[in-house]
């Protein structure tokens, strides 16, 4: 049906979309009410349906995520060789609170960190994650730190939540987030946001190793992050925001 009306240059009537596809148009009403209310179709005066916003959107993200990903290859294998750590592009994931990874290029060393492309993980105790919970507004943050149960998978994760809010304020504030054995014990991560066009952040630029490792060399990680995801958000198009100095994340 989507394809149907994608080819429809003038939009379709129920009697058009039920002879492209074959179904019934008792079978049509519902799914076409559904996705207008959506926002995904529309429906002038005349009874006929249109792509929606809310679906043209979604493809347009789904474009800017790819062109994001082929962009930020080159930048992340000199991310690597820069620091000699795996380095990470990822994202918010699309349906839930949860940093995904989009793609990545693993460090050369013996003793890495690896991950998996399309792995989820928490936002609240890892470097990437926190960079995104850090950029909620404040009232997404507020329903996120009220509803979200927060593990405790090392001695070193932040689990109360006026402690996890001063985190998040000091990111803002650096424009960089660190993680040290929050996640897995023995590993270490730096992020900085990678921001759009209209400020927001699009993605993260991450960084992770040994703990040993990169508290050694964090001076030149950090750099190298910040470098790497500025450089990423040039290359989109994106527009990057100055650091914020709120003193409270929920003000």
């Given at each position: 049906m989507l394809e149907a009306l994608a080819n429809a240059e003038n939009g379709a009537t129920?009697?058009?979309?039920?002879l492209?596809?074959?179904?019934?148009?008792?079978?049509?009403?519902?799914?076409?009410?559904g996705l207008t209310a959506e926002g995904c179709l529309a429906r002038d005066a005349t009874g006929r349906y249109f792509l929606g916003p809310r679906f043209l959107s979604l493809a347009m993200r789904a474009i800017a995520g790819r062109e994001l990903i082929v962009l930020a290859r080159p930048i992340l294998a000199d991310l690597v060789a820069a620091t000699g750590e795996t380095a990470v592009l990822g994202a918010l994931a699309p349906d839930a609170d949860l940093a995904i990874y989009l793609?990545?290029?693993?460090?050369?060393?013996?003793?890495r960190y690896a991950v998996t492309v399309g792995e989820r993980r928490e936002l609240y105790c890892t470097a990437l994650g926190k960079v995104l919970l850090a950029h909620f507004d404040p009232a997404r943050l507020r329903h996120y730190l009220k509803s979200t149960q927060r593990r405790k998978f090392t001695e070193t994760t932040i689990t109360a939540?006026?402690?996890?809010?001063?985190?998040?304020?000091?990111?803002?504030?650096?424009?960089?987030?660190?993680?040290n054995d929050e996640r897995i014990p023995g590993a270490s991560g730096v992020a900085a946001p990678i921001f759009a066009s209209d400020g927001t952040v699009a993605a993260?630029?991450?960084?992770?190793?040994?703990?040993?490792?990169?508290r050694a060399n964090a001076e030149t990680n950090e750099r190298a992050v910040r470098q790497a995801a500025a450089e990423c958000t040039r290359a989109t198009g994106g527009i990057a925001v100055a650091p914020r100095h709120d003193k409270h994340p929920l003000k």
């Open positions: 129920l009697s058009d979309l039920a492209d596809t074959g179904a019934p148009k008792t079978s049509l009403v519902g799914l076409l009410a793609d990545k290029v693993e460090s050369s060393n013996p003793i939540g006026a402690k996890l809010e001063a985190d998040l304020s000091a990111i803002r504030v650096n424009g960089i987030a660190r993680t993260v630029a991450l960084i992770a190793g040994p703990s040993e490792r990169m």
